[in-house]
Structures are given as C-alpha cells and as structure tokens.
C-alpha cells in the first residue's frame, strides 16, 4: 500500500432555503424567509409546532407545519426543549429538511443557498499513488454539480474540467461516473497525477 494524499471538502450552508408561495398581502408569488423561530400551540392534550416564514416584501408570515397534533411525550424531550428556545441549529435543520417541504405542499428554492468550503488534509493509503482523492462532506442537500464546484474551487473553466474528465483523468468512482450529478456527502472524487494537470491542481489544492 501507498501514501497518498486526500483531502476533505465540507460543504457548510451561509444562509437558508427560501420558500416560494403566494402571498394573500401581495396579492402575488413572493419568497418568504426562514425567521429560525418557532410556533408552539397547544390543543387538548396535543401540540402543533410550525416553524415561522415571513414574507421578503410585506412581511406577512406563514408557518410550515413540523408536528400536527402530536403528544409532547412523544417528541425527543431533548428537541421538544429546543423549540422553546427557538434553537437555530434545529431551525436549520428542518430548514433543509425535504420531507418537511413535501408535507406542506411548500416550494423550496434551494438555488439561492450560498456555500462555503472548509478544507482540510486527510492521512490515507491506497494501492494507487498517482492520484489524491477529494472527499464530499455536505450535511444539507445542496443544488450544485460536481463541474460547477470543481471549476469553482480549482478555478479552472468548466470545459478544462470536462475534458479533464473525458480523458479519466478527473473521475468519481461510483456507477455513473458523472460530473453532471449533484455533489452529495460521502462522494469521493480521484484526480490522476498527470504531469500536464497536476502542477495546476496541487498548486491550488495543497
């Protein structure tokens, strides 16, 4: 087995999905904005929890269902707490949360999140010498092409990167082997060492 180098990319959201719906006040399509605050209402013996959007123009809310007359014991005691606090890790993460979208019938935009890359080295082995590999870690889903981030972070054009791959010297080693697909946590991207390409890439990437 050989050293080799590989390096994690962690991709971490900078601001939230937007939703877009009809707004009553507007009288038209506007996107409304995550507030990271929470409703709770009770009901009886049951409770409803909503997470608050509020209109970008008029400021009129709406608020996203997460539960629909649950029982409070039956909610993790730990999380049911949180939405007391208006926690916002926990705002975040039912803000990337699909199924959630799904349920209220809601459209995310997710075209508006802005990403940035925390980068560090990782120590590895692998029977192959001649190549660093690159490992995803994204914790939210994310709209963004394996090309448009690679071209992004190397600062190499999108059509150098395809070529790039065509010649299998950029490759993901999975069925697809696409640089079409969206990124996603845990893809690991291999990039050969060629002489005409790597002095390019490891002056960026070290």
């Known amino acids: 087995m050989s050293y080799f180098k590989k390096y994690q990319w962690e991709l971490i959201p900078e601001n939230l999905p937007r939703v877009k719906r009809n707004c009553p006040k507007c009288n038209e399509k506007t996107h409304y904005i995550n ?4 409703r709770v ?4 013996n049951n409770i409803d ?3 608050i959007y509020q209109c970008e123009k008029c400021k009129s809310t709406w608020n996203m269902t997460i539960y629909e007359r649950i ?3 039956d909610i993790n005691k730990y999380e049911y707490e ?3 606090s208006n926690d916002k890790e926990l705002a975040r993460k039912y803000a990337f949360n699909l199924g959630i979208y799904n349920k209220n019938k809601a459209e995310v935009n997710l075209q508006n999140v802005n990403y940035k890359l925390i980068q560090k080295k990782l120590d590895g082995y692998y029977i192959n010498e001649n190549e660093f590999v690159i ?3 994204c914790k939210y889903p994310i709209e963004l092409r394996v090309d448009k981030l690679l071209s992004d972070k190397l600062r190499l054009s999108r059509s150098k990167i ?4 065509k010649k299998g010297i950029i490759f993901i080693n999975d069925d697809k082997n696409s640089l079409n697909i969206k990124v996603r946590d845990g893809m690991e991207i291999h990039v050969l060492k060629v002489v005409e390409n790597i002095e390019i890439l490891e002056a960026i990437i070290v």
């Open 41 to 44: 209402n009770a009901n009886k």
């Open 162 to 165: 395809k070529n790039m791959h």
């Open 135 to 137: 490992k995803i870690v």
């Open 82 to 84: 949180k939405f007391f």
């Open 71 to 73: 029982k409070p014991c």
């Open 49 to 51: 929890i909503w997470l």
């Open 35 to 38: 507030s990271e605050k929470f």
